[in-house]
């Protein structure tokens, strides 16, 4: 059976959302990452959306280039179970991901991080909450 058109397994998604997470914030292009990889970036693209298994050792190649332990890429799993396939995942920690790794979700959450006041971003957040809400009546 052939794998094309398979939907990315949810740990490799994980794992390629955690690796744009943290190259994006400190700068680095998925060309620099890739030069340190000894791979094209294409091939980070692909780790990056999850279409590609990071292997163990390339995996430990990309926690040096990003100053990261190991660990990071499997850390803060919580939640409802997705399935038992997958404990370590969840369908909440999945789409946040997924968006946090998008350039909406990152350019959102660097201009909610310029906000210097606690209690604006708070207020924010309220917002959003708000909205998504208001969203969400208004579809059902």
Known sequence: MSDAGKAPNAID???GARIRLKRKPIGMSQQSLAGKLGVTFQQVQKYEKG???????RLSQIATALDVPMSYFF???QGERQDDDNPHITRETDEVALFLSS????NLN????QIPSAA???KVVL???SVARAE???QQ
């Open 75 to 77: 850390d803060g799993n």
């Open 136 to 138: 969400e009546e208004a």
């Open 51 to 57: 279409t590609n298994r990071v292997g163990a050792s």
């Open 127 to 129: 917002l959003v909450k």
């Open 103 to 106: 350039t909406e979700g990152f």
């Open 110 to 113: 660097r201009a909610f991080m």
């Open 120 to 122: 604006v971003r708070q």
């Open 13 to 15: 998604v994980e794992v």
